[in-house]
């Protein structure tokens, strides 16, 4: 399985089950990595002190923290999320709400709204 952006990152030095941990926890969402996690830190909690540590390695060099955007990574249901994204779409629907509703990110709704070019509906009616 290729994971994408940054959970390959992960995979390579913590493991496969490591960095899907990560993205089940955090897709989606902007995440802190400090150069050296302390035992407390979330990420050791969620993949062990020694895979967080050596992440954090990975990710930082050692020299300074970095906030990173964890992809949501693989998911079994994208064919059928996208179908739903699309048909959202097309309500007043907010994308942040279509966001919460689906599991996409509110960056990745954006996007699919300009790749459809889906418009929202207004409820105006055709002219003629």
Known sequence: MELPGILAEIEDVA?????LAIAKACGGTQVYFPPLPSNDHWLCRLI?????????????????????DVP????????????????LLGTNMSERD?????GYTARAVRR????????????QLPLL
């Open 48 to 68: 062990g002190r020694d895979p967080a540590r050596a992440v954090c390695e990975r990710l930082t060099c050692g020299v300074g923290p970095l906030r990173v």
């Open 98 to 102: 279509i966001a919460r509703r689906t």
């Open 72 to 87: 949501l990574g693989p998911t079994a249901r994208a064919v059928q999320l996208r179908a739903e994204v699309d048909k």
């Open 15 to 19: 493991g496969t089950d490591a960095a």
């Open 112 to 123: 699919r709204r300009q790749k459809t070019g889906i418009k929202p509906d207004d409820g």
